[in-house]
């Protein structure tokens, strides 16, 4: 195949949860990377695409490969994926890119194995468009807010005795079941949370509505005299009832553990963990793969009964959704997040402003370069000519591919490479 390293031109997605104008992280890279691109300052600027899944390939920008797409260049280029990558994943590349900017809640989901995802595409094609899972890891670029898996069983029992409202729609009987379900027993620790979720979830829509609306007139008088409602968990139910009135995914909150991250720091969403986006902005890496089942706080479709028949729903601590960066001892500039799946890892690589010529290593795999500060001009034996990086610039780099950085920006580079560690 011809030597690959080339610059892209990147999907963007408006979802209507994204952040606003230049408040988001995507437009702020977009509009550093193309001085053209006017940025709407009205506009949701939700999701940048790195890839080449179907709903947002990558376009090529090199005079050698003309208007052609990076899903197209790899289909004609297999090899440059690298031998084990092309052959463990049929000649595709098996990861998607992304950074997302986050502003409102973003559904409370889950994300099918590889069994229930190629099940759920058979049946359901419209709703779950790809046959693949979709693992993924979320790194944040700014504070950043989410929910993240099964609480530990004695904060959600504190919420059943603090909140009435949410014992009156799980019932007695769960919640006594769950209360007494010990520590010594996991089997029954899971079966009782799946059953107060499971009747949490599918509770009928008249009942909890008028559930939620007592316990936001209950918590709001609370506040408004000054008490303290962390024990009803306060102000994030009110925050996520501003945003999804009526909706019953803002009982989740008493269920899932609130994770926050600061720059670096990153959450792996492996499959069946029951998860959510609230606010902030990450990169994130995936399967290639549009697969998720939803069941709260969105407008697109909603699939209750799939989502608790299929979630792991084994309580843990909210440090322990925290995915740990290993720093390279090859290299001080890198740190390795390394998830249990085949598909993907990323890099965060940190040069300091001491260092004026860096070298991007070769790696066995197809990888995806993102510039999220500093500038540098970039050379390759695989690049038509110099290319210069800046803050929003994303580049292909093809298996076995090395790239010389000469840096030019006072405060050093934060990057981050998308790859496939087999």
């Known amino acids: 195949f011809p030597p690959a390293v080339f610059p892209l031109s990147c999907a963007v997605q408006n979802y209507s949860w994204g952040k606003v104008g230049l408040e988001s992280e995507v437009a702020k890279l977009l509009s550093s990377s193309d001085p053209v691109v006017q940025i709407q300052p009205d506009r949701p600027y939700a999701e940048l695409w790195m890839g080449t899944h179907p709903r947002g390939d990558a376009i090529i920008r090199d005079n050698r490969i003309p208007q052609k797409t990076l899903g197209q260049w790899i289909a004609d280029n297999p090899a440059c994926l690298g031998a084990k990558v092309k052959d463990t994943f049929q000649g595709q590349l098996p990861f998607l890119f992304k950074v997302l900017s986050v502003n409102t809640a973003l559904s409370i989901q889950a994300h099918p194995n590889k069994e229930l995802a ?9 709703h779950y468009p790809d046959a693949n899972h979709k693992p993924e890891m979320a ?30 729609l799980i019932g007695e009987v769960a919640a006594e079941q769950l209360e007494r379900s010990g520590s010594d027993d996991p089997r029954g620790v ?5 059953i107060c979720f499971t009747r949490l979830m599918k509770s009928e829509k008249k009942f909890f509505v008028d559930q939620l609306n007592m316990l936001v007139k209950r918590i709001s008088q609370e506040a408004a005299e000054g008490k303290d409602t962390s024990g009803s968990n306060g102000d994030l139910l009110l925050r996520l009832h501003s945003q999804y009135p ?7 909150i008493y269920f899932l553990n609130l994770v926050r991250l600061e720059p670096g720091e990153a959450m792996f969403l492996g499959a069946n963990e029951p998860h959510a986006y609230l606010h902030g902005d990450c990169v994130e890496c995936m399967a290639c793969s549009d697969n998720t089942v939803r069941a709260g706080l969105t407008p697109k479709f909603i699939d209750v009964l799939t989502l608790c028949e299929m979630l792991n729903y084994t309580p843990a601590p909210s440090s322990s959704k925290i995915f740990p960066a ?10 390795l ?26 790696v066995d795999s197809a990888s995806i370069l993102l510039v999220i500060q500093g500038m540098a001009v970039g050379t390759s034996t695989a690049a038509a000519s110099e290319m210069t990086l800046r803050r929003g610039s994303v580049l292909f780099i093809s298996a076995n591919e090395s790239i010389s950085l000469h840096l ?15």
């Not at 899971?190 to 799946?194: D, H, N, V």
């Not at 009526?246 to 989740?252: A, P, Q, S």
């Not at 290993?326 to 740190?335: G, I, T």
């Not at 997040?337 to 070769?362: C, G, T």
């Open 337 to 362: 997040y390394d998830p249990p799946v085949p598909d993907f890892a990323i890099m965060r690589i940190e040069i300091p402003a001491s260092i004026k010529l860096y070298l991007i290593s070769a």
């Open 408 to 422: 030019s920006s006072p405060d050093g580079m934060l990057l981050f490479r998308a790859c496939c560690l087999l």
């Open 190 to 194: 899971s079966a009782a949370l799946r």
């Open 118 to 126: 190629a099940k759920l595409h058979t049946q359901f094609p419209e």
């Open 246 to 252: 009526g909706d019953i995914g803002c009982f989740t």
């Open 139 to 168: 790194i944040a670029l700014t504070p950043f807010e989410g929910l993240c898996g099964f609480r530990p069983v004695e904060e959600i029992v504190s919420f059943l005795q603090n909140v009435p409202e949410l014992r009156a």
């Open 326 to 335: 290993v720093q390279s001892q090859l290299d001080p500039s890198v740190y």
